[in-house]
C-alpha cells in the first residue's frame, strides 16, 4: 500500500529534496523582478493570489539560486519533442525520486492507495492554476476522462496504466481538489506508472482551452475545424490535445495552457531556428525561502538538423546542458579537449538501458515471407551469433563494455544469465549452418533467397540523430552480408523514422537504444522482455492486441507471447515488492526463451556536458527516457551564477 500526504518520500541527498508545505512563507513570497513588473501594471494578480494554499517547497541542490537568464538548449530534426519532457514538461501527479528508488508528490497534495491497490484516493492543490491563470481542479481530470481516455470517437490509444483486467478504471470526484481511482483488479504499479515521463495526461488537458474543439462542449466545433483546416472536430480535438504522439502535443502548443515551470512563448513548429519557452507566472513551487520558481527566465531551444551541428554548438559553448545526441563514446574525447573552450564540464550518467544498441525485426511484417522468416528464433540467433561484437565494441564504444544482449545488469537481483548471453558467441561458421538450414539457397552473388526466390535483403531504418547507431552500422551490415544477408542500412529524420517504425508494419527491421536494465524502471519499460506498448517495434500488432483488441490492426500473438502477457497482468495486479520482483523473474526467463531482439553490449556509464555557471546540476544521475534525465532533478531550480 502507498500513502503520500504531505511528507517527504525520498531517497538520497545530493538531489533537489521535496519538502512538506511551510506555511510560514505565506507573508513573505518573492517573485521574479519581470513578474513584479506586471503585477505593478495590473497585467498580473499579486503572487499570493497565483500560488496554491500549499505550493509544493524544493531543497535546491546546492543552494538557493537567483532570478534571470536563459537556459540555452538545443532540439535535433524535426521529431524529437519527446526530449521536452526531459527538459520542462514533466509535471505528473507523482514524480519520480532523484535516485528513482520510488516516487513523491509532485502535482498532487496527497495521493493514497488502499489495501488491495484498487482504490487511490487523490487531493490536489488548492488554488493551484494553470499557465493562463485559470484554476486547475478535478474538473479538469473528469474532462480528460469524458473525452480523451474514454471517448471512442476521439479514440487515443495508450493510458493502459488506468487500466485493470482489461477494463479502464471508475473515476469519481469528490470535491474540487479531491478525486479516486477505483479499478476492477489490483494495481499495485499504477503510482510507479504515473510518475513515468509521458504518462500522465491528467496534468496535460486543460478543460476550459481544449473544451472548444470537442462538440459535446461547443455545438459549432465542426465549424471551427474546418477554420483550423481539418475535416471534422474529431481531427481538431485530436491535433489540440496532441496525444496522439509527443511531437503532436507540443507543435505549434504556444496558446495551450500548462502547469509548467516554463510555456512556450514560440512552440516548436511556428518558428525553424528556434522555440522559446517563458517562466510560467503561475507556477506552483517555492524553494526553502518561499522563492516562485523556476530561476531561469526562459529556455531557449535552437533548432538544429543534425548531432554534428549540435556537437559544434556545444564544443562553442552555445549549450548549457547537453547529454541526448552528441555525448558518445567516440565524441568524448573532443568535447574533453574543448572543455575549456565551450566553459563546460561533465556529469555522470548512469545508465539504465538494456543495450547499447538493439536489433529489432519486424514479426507482424505485412510480407507474408518475410513475417514468416524473422518470427523464427533460429534466424534471429543465426544473426546474432553473425556479430563480432568484441570489435564493434572495440572500434565505435572504444573498448567501453563487454558482449551482452538486452537484459538486466549483473549486479541486480533480476539478473538473468540465459537472457543476458545467449547466442553472443561469434562464429561465422555456425551462423552459415543454422541459416543453411532455414534459406539454403543462393544467388550468383552469394546472398540468400527467401521461399520465393528473390534476395533476402532486410533494410535497417534508422533514425538519423543516432550517430552511434550510424557508425555501427557501418560495421554490422559487412558481418551479416558475411552469412548472406543483404543487409542495407536506411538513415532517415526521426519524425519519419517514427511514422515508418514506431507507427508502421511496412519495415523489415530497425534499431534502438532505450528499455530498461534493472529494479523498478525494467518492471515499468519491459518493451524487449514483453510486448505491452508501442516501444515493442519487433511486435506492433501484438502490442495493439494486448492494449486494444478491437482495433484493426491488432493480431493475437502466439501462445508463448500470450503467457508473457499475462504474467505482465499478474506483475501489475501484485502490491508487495518481493511479489512484483518474482512475477518479473519469470518474465525474463520467458523473454530469455522468446529471443524478441538482440543486441552488442549493456552500455557503460555515460555522459554530459554542463557549462560551468550552471548551478544547481546533480553529478550523477540515472540515464533514461522513462526517468527523464534530468527533469527528476527539477530543472526549475537551476540558475545561473
Not at 74 to 101: H, I, K, N
Not at 352 to 370: C, G, P, Q, S, Y
Not at 550 to 579: F, I, R
Amino acid at each position: 500500500m502507498i500513502k503520500l500526504k504531505r511528507r517527504a518520500f525520498l531517497a538520497g541527498t545530493s538531489a533537489a529534496l521535496i519538502l512538506p508545505a511551510l506555511p510560514v512563507f505565506a507573508a513573505d513570497f518573492k517573485e521574479a523582478d519581470i513578474l513584479k513588473t506586471k503585477v505593478s501594471s495590473g497585467a498580473l494578480p499579486g503572487l499570493k493570489d497565483r500560488l496554491p494554499e500549499n505550493p509544493l517547497v524544493v531543497k535546491p541542490v546546492e543552494s538557493v539560486g537567483k532570478y534571470g537568464g536563459d537556459w540555452n538548449m538545443a532540439l535535433v530534426g524535426g521529431g524529437s519533442l519527446s526530449m521536452l519532457f526531459r527538459y520542462q514538461a514533466y509535471e505528473p501527479l507523482l514524480r519520480y525520486t532523484p535516485d528513482w528508488s520510488g516516487v513523491t508528490l509532485n502535482v498532487a497534495e496527497s495521493f493514497e492507495g488502499d489495501a488491495d491497490s484498487k482504490v487511490y484516493t487523490i487531493r490536489l492543490r488548492k488554488g493551484m492554476k494553470w499557465s493562463d491563470g485559470h484554476p486547475y481542479t478535478t474538473a479538469d481530470i473528469k474532462f480528460w476522462y469524458d473525452t480523451v481516455f474514454t471517448d471512442k470517437r476521439v479514440a487515443f490509444v495508450g493510458q493502459d496504466h488506468w487500466k485493470s483486467g482489461g477494463k479502464p478504471a471508475k473515476l469519481e470526484i469528490v470535491d474540487e481538489q479531491t478525486f479516486k481511482v477505483i479499478f476492477d483488479k489490483p494495481n499495485g504499479l499504477f503510482p510507479l506508472q504515473v510518475a513515468w515521463a509521458n504518462n500522465d495526461q491528467t496534468t496535460r488537458t486543460p478543460k476550459h482551452y481544449l473544451e472548444q474543439f470537442h462538440i459535446d462542449h461547443n455545438p459549432k466545433a465542426d465549424e471551427l475545424a474546418k477554420q483550423r483546416g481539418f475535416e471534422s472536430w474529431i481531427a481538431s480535438f485530436q491535433a489540440a490535445a496532441g496525444f496522439q504522439d509527443d511531437n503532436a502535443f507540443f507543435l505549434n502548443s504556444s496558446k495551450k495552457p500548462c502547469v509548467h515551470a516554463w510555456m512556450f512563448a514560440i512552440a516548436p513548429g511556428e518558428n525553424t531556428e528556434r522555440a522559446v519557452a517563458e517562466r510560467n507566472p503561475y507556477y506552483w513551487k517555492v524553494d526553502t525561502e518561499g522563492n516562485q520558481l523556476p530561476y531561469m527566465d526562459r529556455i531557449v531551444y535552437q533548432m538544429v538538423a543534425d548531432p554534428q551541428v549540435l556537437l559544434l554548438k556545444a564544443m562553442q559553448g552555445e549549450v548549457d546542458l547537453m547529454d541526448q545526441y552528441i555525448a558518445t563514446p567516440n565524441n568524448k574525447s573532443v568535447l574533453y579537449d574543448a572543455r575549456e573552450q565551450g566553459g563546460y564540464d561533465f556529469y555522470t550518467l548512469t545508465s539504465t538501458e538494456a543495450n547499447v544498441m538493439n536489433f529489432i525485426f519486424n514479426l507482424n511484417h505485412n510480407d507474408e515471407t518475410k513475417r514468416k522468416l524473422f518470427r523464427n528464433k533460429d534466424f534471429r540467433a543465426a544473426l546474432s551469433t553473425a556479430l563480432d561484437r568484441q570489435s564493434l565494441i572495440d572500434a565505435v564504444l572504444v573498448g567501453q563494455g563487454a558482449p551482452a544482449q538486452p537484459s538486466i545488469k549483473k549486479e541486480d537481483p533480476l539478473y538473468n544469465e540465459q537472457l543476458a548471453t545467449q547466442f553472443t558467441a561469434y562464429d561465422v561458421d555456425k551462423a552459415n549452418a543454422m541459416l543453411d538450414q532455414l534459406v539454403p539457397k543462393r544467388d550468383d552473388q552469394n546472398f540468400r533467397l527467401d521461399e520465393k526466390g528473390r534476395r533476402l535483403t532486410i533494410i535497417f531504418e534508422i533514425d538519423q540523430a543516432r550517430a552511434v547507431f550510424l557508425d555501427l552500422f557501418q560495421l554490422v551490415i559487412p558481418m551479416f552480408q558475411a552469412v548472406g544477408i543483404d543487409a542495407q542500412m536506411r538513415s532517415m529524420d526521426r519524425s519519419l523514422w517514427e511514422t515508418r517504425v514506431r507507427q508502421g508494419r511496412d519495415f523489415d527491421a530497425t534499431a534502438h537504444q532505450f528499455g530498461a536494465n534493472g529494479g523498478v524502471a525494467a518492471m515499468l519499460d519491459p518493451r524487449y522482455y514483453v510486448p505491452t506498448d508501442a516501444n515493442a517495434m519487433y511486435a506492433p500488432a501484438w502490442q495493439l492486441w494486448y492494449r486494444d483488441r478491437a482495433n484493426a490492426n491488432a493480431e493475437e500473438p502466439p501462445e508463448s507471447t500470450k503467457n508473457q502477457l499475462a504474467l505482465y497482468d499478474k506483475l501489475k495486479a501484485t502490491s508487495d515488492a518481493s511479489g512484483q520482483r518474482e512475477v518479473m523473474k519469470q518474465i525474463l526467463q520467458g523473454a530469455a526463451d522468446n529471443f524478441y531482439v538482440f543486441g552488442i553490449s549493456l552500455p557503460p556509464d555515460g555522459y554530459g556536458i554542463v557549462k560551468n555557471n550552471m548551478k544547481n546540476i546533480t553529478k550523477i544521475m540515472p540515464n533514461s527516457f522513462g526517468w527523464p534525465t534530468p527533469a527528476p532533478t527539477m530543472p526549475e531550480q537551476f540558475y545561473k551564477a
